[in-house]
C-alpha cells in the first residue's frame, strides 16, 4: 500500500485538482487504496466488503441491521464467519427502547441507532456494515460508530430496499 500511495504523490496535477487533493490526509489516501484493491470485475459488494477488510488487516466486522432483514443479515454473518472474520451483529431494537421516548408520538419500540454502535464499539469491531437502516436512523448508526460504516442494504419500504428501482422504472 505504501507504494501505492507514493505513486499517487508523483502524479503531475492541475492547480485545482491539487486543491482537490489537498483534502486527503494519508489515512483518506490509505482507504482509497484499499478500496481499489477490493474492486474486481464480477464481484458483488460483499466480495468487495470482504476484500477490502483483507487488505485493511481487519478481522472483527460488525453488522447493524434492522429487525426486516434479519435472515439476510444471518446470512451475511454465515457467509463472512466461513471466510474467516470474527463477526458481530445487533439489530436495531437493542435496549428495546420505547418509541414515545425518543420521538413525539412514537409507538411501540424504537430503533437503536446509537444503541447499535455502541454494542459493536464494545465488540471492537473494526468495520461495521449497515444493513436496511432507516434512513436518520443511517446517520446516526454511521456518527456514533467507533469503526469505518459501509452499507449494504439501504430501507426502501417501497423498491423491496433497492432505491435504484424508484430512478429506472
Avoid: W
Amino acid at each position: 500500500m505504501e507504494a501505492a500511495l507514493q505513486m499517487r504523490e508523483s502524479v503531475p496535477l492541475t492547480e485545482e485538482q491539487q486543491r482537490c487533493m489537498d483534502l486527503y490526509d494519508a489515512e483518506d489516501l490509505l482507504v482509497m487504496a484499499l478500496a481499489d484493491a477490493a474492486k474486481g470485475k464480477g464481484l458483488s459488494r460483499i466480495d468487495e466488503i470482504a476484500r477490502f477488510a483483507r487488505a485493511a488487516g481487519y478481522s472483527r466486522l460488525g453488522i447493524a441491521h434492522c429487525v426486516a432483514v434479519r435472515e439476510a443479515a444471518q446470512r451475511l454473518e454465515e457467509r463472512l464467519a466461513l471466510e474467516g472474520f470474527e463477526v458481530s451483529r445487533v439489530d436495531c431494537k437493542v435496549c428495546k427502547l420505547p418509541a414515545a421516548a425518543l420521538s413525539p408520538g412514537g409507538r411501540g419500540i424504537s430503533c437503536n441507532p446509537i444503541g447499535q454502535a455502541r454494542q459493536l464499539a464494545q465488540a471492537d469491531t473494526q468495520l461495521n456494515i449497515s444493513l436496511g437502516l432507516c434512513l436518520g436512523h443511517d446517520l446516526l448508526f454511521a456518527k456514533h460508530s467507533r469503526a469505518p460504516v459501509t452499507t449494504l442494504i439501504v430501507k426502501d419500504r417501497s423498491n423491496g430496499h433497492n432505491p435504484l428501482l424508484a430512478l429506472i422504472s
